[in-house]
């Protein structure tokens, strides 16, 4: 797999639409309501015993709101906020946890938010031992702890904290380092400061570090992005998430105090995103794949290069083979191939597990013909190809003829040589690698039905 990435403006233009991420399939927009809120317990316990597990630990809390983000949170200044939610979250581990057979071993955990360091570090310290107690987690080198960290909700002993508990992996919401920009999103953290938390974490051994940035924020220019990413660079992340803006005001309403007129032309944006790859390209990162990077080191470059990268609800990872295991509000299961989403809504979310039940709100439950599409999709992504004689013999099917429609609609981009298509593979070509997400749209069975509505567009 080459490292120099295809880059041509018009052929994005023309390919880029609306679409899913994929980091399930079929999308969470495919989930139904529950029938019954303790459905997950049995498929919990009925579950393959010999799969390993991850667990996905969902703190919604914020103390400031940044007014570009889109993810499920709480808005608050008063840290008490986080007490009753803690209660509840702790019974939902303990009706999990009693429901699994076995002894399985987990093999990653990951916080996610909202700002999982919105809690203090005491809170932490307690959270982390009581999933401890209830669960049999991995020594194994391999085993992957992350947490999300945003650099401004650390206590001066919170790193310290987290790596002596055994979280050895972290993600930095940066998005850029301009103040005209954070100001403009409301996210003001100086340089200095992301110095300092990078700095603290190499000398405290974490294995792996990302940080995220945003294109397509108001104030940003080819030029201020340039200096953005000479900064970061010179920080040397492990892992670089590069991320598009979607500016969805209608859906997100913080996204409302961001002024429209400020945001970068769908031109600039475009270069600011070929700036990016050029760059990122020259500082030797590997394009893992759908705005992620990782130096050729990293456990993604090297899961990849030896085709045992997965993707799933947490994204990219080399943890796939684990049925996926959520924690707190909102938060996504995935165990074998049933998909469980708990409420968004948090006083719906309280009064189920104060009242003993889950707070399952949306679940699915895959058909055969989605687990194939699955396979083919997620092979696609992580892998470039999909291989018609290993879907053949994994699942017993003429795959050739399976995805025959699928194909066919690849015609195009066949004669734009974004695709190879061949009696044995489809292959996504160098060429076609930055439009893998719409390639894989043409196997989506689903998406002609939502005609690109509630996605945002590719590029």
Not at 28 to 49: G, K, M, Q
Not at 300 to 323: E, I, P, W
Not at 356 to 363: D, P, S, T
Not at 390 to 400: C, N
Request: proline share 4%.
């Amino acid at each position: 797999m080459s490292e120099s990435l295809y880059w041509d403006p018009l052929l994005i233009q023309r390919y880029n639409r609306a679409g899913p991420r994929y980091t399930s399939y079929p999308t969470a927009l495919e989930f139904v309501p529950c029938t019954d809120h303790n459905h997950e317990l049995e498929i919990i316990s009925n579950r393959d015993t010999d799969k390993p597990l991850s667990l996905y630990v969902h703190i919604p809390f914020c103390t400031h709101v940044c007014y570009y983000c889109g993810c499920n949170k709480i808005v608050t200044k008063h840290k008490e906020q986080a007490i009753p939610y803690l209660e509840l979250l702790k019974k939902e581990i303990d009706a999990k946890a009693k429901a699994l057979k076995g002894n399985p071993i987990v093999e990653q955990m990951h916080w996610g938010g909202g700002t999982p360091t919105f809690l203090s570090d005491e809170q932490i310290v307690d959270l982390f031992g009581y999933i401890k107690e209830r669960f049999n987690f991995s020594t194994a080198d391999s085993a992957d702890y992350s947490i999300e960290i945003d650099p401004r909700e650390l206590r001066p002993t919170t790193l310290k904290t987290l790596r002596e508990l055994g979280f050895n992996r972290t993600s930095f919401g940066v998005q850029d380092v301009h103040e005209k920009v954070q100001k403009a999103v409301n996210r003001v953290q100086p340089v200095e400061m992301i110095e300092g938390v990078m700095k603290e974490a190499r000398e405290l051994g974490f294995r792996s570090i990302n940080i995220d940035l945003i294109y397509g924020l108001p104030h940003q220019t080819i030029e201020t992005f340039n200096e953005t990413l000479d900064v970061i660079i010179g920080l040397s992340p492990d892992r670089l998430s590069v991320f598009n803006y979607a500016h969805l005001p209608e859906r997100f309403k913080p996204q409302r105090r961001i002024n429209e007129e400020d945001l970068p032309s769908a031109q600039d944006k475009l270069n600011i995103l070929g700036l990016s790859i050029n760059k990122l390209a020259e500082a030797d990162y590997h394009y893992v794949g759908m705005d992620h990077f990782a130096k050729p080191d990293d456990e993604l470059s090297v899961a990849q290069a030896n085709k045992k990268l997965h993707r799933n609800f947490q994204g990219y990872t080399t943890h796939g083979n684990c049925d996926l295991i959520g924690l707190g509000v909102s938060s996504i299961s995935q165990i074998g191939n049933h998909y469980l989403q708990n409420t968004p809504v948090m006083d719906t979310y309280e009064h189920a597990i104060a009242a003993g039940e889950l707070a399952l709100f949306k679940e699915l439950t895959l058909k055969q013909e989605d687990i194939i599409r699955r396979t083919g999709i997620m092979s696609l992504l992580c892998h470039l190809e999909l291989n018609y004689q290993a879907l053949s013999e994994e699942f017993g099917i003429d795959a050739k003829q399976f995805f025959a429609e699928s194909v066919a609609r690849l015609a195009p981009m066949e004669q734009d040589q974004l695709v190879e298509i061949t009696d044995q593979a489809v292959t996504i070509t160098e060429k076609g690698r930055l439009l893998a997400r719409n390639i894989c749209m043409e196997f989506d069975e689903y998406l002609a039905q939502k005609n690109g509505k509630n996605f945002s567009k590719a590029i």
